[in-house]
């Protein structure tokens, strides 16, 4: 292979990672800005007053806003839903979202519908520029010009707030924009939205929302070199943000094959239910979207989901005896006062953790996240608590931290790969918590 295609291939490879595979929230000191007095949540609810002449489109669209989940990225730290300036980490720099308020300035005020749907569909913003595929496009070109119009409306009777993200952080060449044609070129699904008259209203209903605003699969499909989804792979379970977002597939041992449709609709209304809780960057997706959705329409997502065939099942061999026994003294003394002994724990508080699909990932990630660094399940109207998972990094050594999670991935029914020490110190170096860290309800000062 030529200099000039490898270093195309580079630059491309880098791009991949510029997509949701490699989305992350930064931390960055940003200007303070006065939050409004309504909560992001009471925000994405107001009721839409029936005297203006599009009152119908105005509610679909602030349905659909939540639906795309618009809020969890283009919002940042203590700012007004909309209005952006969270930025997303990547391995290679950092990509601020755009203010998309009615602002005439800052905003998108003065694009038109057809600008709005070119970005939906295309990825190209009102100057015709490609925008990165951090931007859900290849997800949202599945909605229907209707419904992008609703949101466009929608969004320009929003109240203008006038702010300006930071520049993105891109090193050269991954700052210019044109390189993202040539990813779209190769990865971008041409295939709009068609309903499979083989399968039932409501299933082509969840295949519309899991495939389309939902972007489930942005998180939940693995992806190749390239940040694209892997083929045969749909939902196969992928890994962002130093999460894992578990397989959903029908799969008995790391995937959803024991939850019913409604364990899943009461998950996605709930964010917990009688086999899991929602943590990690599900949390954000429960309490801006999913919680927000009528139950018709998380039933169709369930029922969506429900239906993709199991991935291939994986067996390991059985850990060593004493890493079990280490692991389980670990368990005993620092998990069991909620999690209780036997992981049954409560369901709905305290997930059980047997047969848990979520610790039986191949990759430990996501489990060695929560433990190191503790998380909190999103909050719903239904569930306005926010339970929280202490933090452990301050408390176990690498070595214990392995040991207690390859004892729960093997006990009570769940069964999954011995996890290394080595892996503890490597995360806990991304997560940045070498230093101690402590989360709010571990009763330490941070
Ligand atoms: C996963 C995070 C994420 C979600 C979810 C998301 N966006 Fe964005 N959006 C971004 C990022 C990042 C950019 C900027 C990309 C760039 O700079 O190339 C962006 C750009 C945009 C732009 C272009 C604005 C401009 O000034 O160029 C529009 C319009 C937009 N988003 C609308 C939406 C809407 C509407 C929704 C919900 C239906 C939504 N976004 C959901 C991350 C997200
Ligand atoms: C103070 C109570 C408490 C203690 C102690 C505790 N947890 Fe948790 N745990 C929670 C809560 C609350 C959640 C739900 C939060 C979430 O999923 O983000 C949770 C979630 C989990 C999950 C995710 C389950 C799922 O289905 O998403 C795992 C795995 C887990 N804990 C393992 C452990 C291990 C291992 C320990 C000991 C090192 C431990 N927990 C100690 C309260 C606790
Ligand atoms: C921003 C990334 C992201 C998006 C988008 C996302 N998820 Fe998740 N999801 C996760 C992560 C991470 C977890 C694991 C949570 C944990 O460990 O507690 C998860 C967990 C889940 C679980 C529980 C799986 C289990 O075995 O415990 C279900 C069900 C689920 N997601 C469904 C969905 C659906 C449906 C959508 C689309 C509406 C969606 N997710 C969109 C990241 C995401």
């Given at each position: 292979m030529s200099r000039r295609w490898l270093a195309i291939l580079g630059g491309l490879s880098a791009a991949a990672a510029l997509g949701l595979a490699g989305l992350a929230t930064s931390q960055a000191p940003l200007p303070a800005h006065p939050s409004s007095?309504?909560?992001?949540?009471?925000?994405?609810t107001q009721p839409i007053a029936d005297n203006a002449p599009n009152a119908d489109q105005l509610r679909r669209g602030q349905y659909l806003v939540r639906a795309g989940d618009c809020v969890s990225?283009?919002?940042?730290?203590?700012?007004?839903?909309l209005a952006g300036g969270l930025g997303l980490r990547t391995p290679f720099g950092v990509i601020y979202s755009p203010n998309i308020t009615s602002d005439r300035d800052t905003g998108i005020g003065t694009w038109t519908a057809d600008q709005f749907h070119r970005a939906m569909h295309d990825g190209l913003d009102d100057q015709g520029e490609n925008l990165y595929p951090a931007f859900p496009y290849p997800w949202f070109r599945k909605a229907s010009r209707a419904d992008d119009?609703?949101?466009?409306?929608?969004?320009?009777?929003t109240p203008p707030v006038h702010y300006t993200p930071p520049s993105n952080r891109l090193p050269f060449p991954l700052n210019i924009r044109f390189i993202v044609k040539g990813w779209n070129l190769l990865f971008l699904k041409s295939t709009d939205f068609a309903p499979d008259p083989g399968q039932s209203a409501e299933w082509n209903r969840g295949a519309y929302l899991v495939d389309g605003l939902g972007h489930c699969g942005?998180?939940?499909?693995?992806?190749?070199?390239?940040?694209?989804?892997?083929?045969?792979k749909v939902f196969h379970g992928g890994t962002l943000d130093n999460w894992v977002a578990p397989d959903l597939t029908g799969n008995h041992h790391t995937g959803l094959g024991d939850w019913t449709a409604d364990d899943i609709a009461e998950f996605l209304k709930t964010g917990r239910n009688a086999h899991a809780g929602a943590g990690g960057s599900?949390?954000?997706?429960?309490?801006?979207?999913?919680?927000?959705?009528?139950?018709?329409?998380?039933?169709?997502?369930?029922?969506?989901?429900k239906a993709q065939a199991a991935s291939l099942d994986v067996r390991t061999g059985a850990p060593d005896a004493d890493v079990m026994a280490r692991g389980a003294a670990i368990y005993s003394d620092a998990c069991a006062?909620?999690?209780l002994e036997n992981g049954v724990g409560q369901p709905r508080p305290f997930p059980p953790?047997?047969?848990?699909?979520?610790?039986?990932?191949s990759d430990p990630t996501g489990l060695l996240h929560l433990i190191l660094a503790g998380s909190r399940i999103g909050t719903s109207p239904s569930r306005p608590s926010p339970l929280t998972m202490p933090s452990f990094a301050w408390k176990l050594t690498d070595q214990q931290t392995a040991d207690v999670a390859t004892y729960v991935r093997n006990s009570w029914g769940n069964q999954a790969s011995t996890v290394w020490a080595s892996s503890v110190r490597k995360l806990r170096h991304r997560l940045d918590?070498?230093?101690?860290?402590?989360?709010?309800?571990s009763g330490d000062q941070r």
């Amino acid at each position: 292979m030529s200099r000039r295609w490898l270093a195309i291939l580079g630059g491309l490879s880098a791009a991949a990672a510029l997509g949701l595979a490699g989305l992350a929230t930064s931390q960055a000191p940003l200007p303070a800005h006065p939050s409004s007095a309504v909560t992001p949540v009471g925000f994405l609810t107001q009721p839409i007053a029936d005297n203006a002449p599009n009152a119908d489109q105005l509610r679909r669209g602030q349905y659909l806003v939540r639906a795309g989940d618009c809020v969890s990225c283009h919002m940042r730290d203590g700012g007004e839903p909309l209005a952006g300036g969270l930025g997303l980490r990547t391995p290679f720099g950092v990509i601020y979202s755009p203010n998309i308020t009615s602002d005439r300035d800052t905003g998108i005020g003065t694009w038109t519908a057809d600008q709005f749907h070119r970005a939906m569909h295309d990825g190209l913003d009102d100057q015709g520029e490609n925008l990165y595929p951090a931007f859900p496009y290849p997800w949202f070109r599945k909605a229907s010009r209707a419904d992008d119009d609703a949101i466009f409306a929608y969004l320009h009777t929003t109240p203008p707030v006038h702010y300006t993200p930071p520049s993105n952080r891109l090193p050269f060449p991954l700052n210019i924009r044109f390189i993202v044609k040539g990813w779209n070129l190769l990865f971008l699904k041409s295939t709009d939205f068609a309903p499979d008259p083989g399968q039932s209203a409501e299933w082509n209903r969840g295949a519309y929302l899991v495939d389309g605003l939902g972007h489930c699969g942005g998180c939940h499909t693995p992806k190749n070199l390239f940040g694209a989804d892997k083929s045969g792979k749909v939902f196969h379970g992928g890994t962002l943000d130093n999460w894992v977002a578990p397989d959903l597939t029908g799969n008995h041992h790391t995937g959803l094959g024991d939850w019913t449709a409604d364990d899943i609709a009461e998950f996605l209304k709930t964010g917990r239910n009688a086999h899991a809780g929602a943590g990690g960057s599900m949390a954000d997706v429960i309490t801006y979207s999913t919680s927000l959705l009528s139950d018709q329409d998380r039933h169709a997502m369930a029922v969506y989901i429900k239906a993709q065939a199991a991935s291939l099942d994986v067996r390991t061999g059985a850990p060593d005896a004493d890493v079990m026994a280490r692991g389980a003294a670990i368990y005993s003394d620092a998990c069991a006062s909620c999690h209780l002994e036997n992981g049954v724990g409560q369901p709905r508080p305290f997930p059980p953790l047997g047969h848990n699909a979520m610790l039986q990932q191949s990759d430990p990630t996501g489990l060695l996240h929560l433990i190191l660094a503790g998380s909190r399940i999103g909050t719903s109207p239904s569930r306005p608590s926010p339970l929280t998972m202490p933090s452990f990094a301050w408390k176990l050594t690498d070595q214990q931290t392995a040991d207690v999670a390859t004892y729960v991935r093997n006990s009570w029914g769940n069964q999954a790969s011995t996890v290394w020490a080595s892996s503890v110190r490597k995360l806990r170096h991304r997560l940045d918590l070498d230093t101690l860290r402590y989360t709010e309800n571990s009763g330490d000062q941070r």
